[in-house]
């Protein structure tokens, strides 16, 4: 398997554009996660999904942030403005459910590097 | 609530050395406690877990960890490391019922020189 795939790696923007992340999970994977990661807050858990829908989304910092799973191959997280402060990477993380209530092992992407100007 | 403290940001060691990064946790439920590694420009590799069982706790690229519930502690060791390992160290904590969200520590970033 490729692993969690991440598009882009890179992403430069001005303040007030709109930013959309995207991420793969691993085939048959039924949990996906974005996490932040700034110097100042750490690894932050933003939302995570559970068969495509969203279970959790208290770690979204504001309405300018919305993520959605159309289907279980594919997620996005768009930023709309985008802010400075919005600077971070970016990780998408997936999870195999199946094999119990346990947290047990999330596969991360590689990240998305989003500087906003 | 769980909480993660790794009590050193920055730990410097010569290769070859023993090296030892500090993780304490704090929950009012048992839980599972992980160390995840990141390499630069990459994502979280899962290093070891502790789930139940035994206390001490083997992974990948010769790390241990041993689960110290008195002390509230989950600290990582390599008997001798390798300029490879030179990377950000985290370890997380979740509580073990049924599905929990993971909580991060800061990071530990070991550096190894020769």
């Known amino acids: 398997d490729a692993g969690v795939i991440q598009s882009p790696r890179h992403e430069v923007t001005e303040m007030g554009q709109e930013v959309t992340l995207r991420c793969k999970p691993i085939s048959g994977h039924d949990y996906l996660f974005w996490y932040r990661q700034t110097m100042m807050r750490g690894l932050e858990l933003l939302i995570y999904?559970?068969?495509?829908?969203?279970?959790?989304d208290s770690g979204m910092p504001e309405d300018r942030f919305s993520a959605k799973m159309p289907n279980a191959s594919f997620s996005t997280l768009k930023i709309q403005p985008s802010e400075p402060r919005d600077s971070a990477v970016y990780f998408c993380?997936?999870?195999?459910?199946?094999?119990?209530?346990?947290?047990?092992?999330?596969?991360f992407g590689p990240g998305t590097r989003l500087l906003v100007l | 609530a769980q909480s993660v403290t790794q009590l050193d940001s920055q730990v410097p060691v010569f290769e070859e050395a023993p090296v030892e990064l500090r993780c304490n946790y704090s929950?009012?439920?048992?839980?599972?406690l992980f160390w995840y590694v990141q390499y630069p420009n990459q994502g979280l590799q899962l290093l070891l877990k502790y789930l139940s069982g035994s206390t001490l706790v083997k992974g990948i690229n010769g790390f241990e960890a041993e689960f110290n519930k008195s002390q509230t502690s989950f600290h990582l060791r390599k008997p001798s490391v390798h300029i490879s390992d030179t990377a950000e160290y985290f370890c997380a904590v979740s509580e073990n019922t049924g599905f929990q969200k993971l909580v991060f520590g800061t990071g530990t970033r070991l550096l190894v020189s020769p």
């Open positions: 993380a997936s999870r195999d459910g199946s094999g119990g209530g346990a947290a047990e092992t999330q596969y």
């Open positions: 929950s009012s439920v048992s839980v599972y």
């Open positions: 999904f559970n068969n495509n829908v969203p279970i959790d």
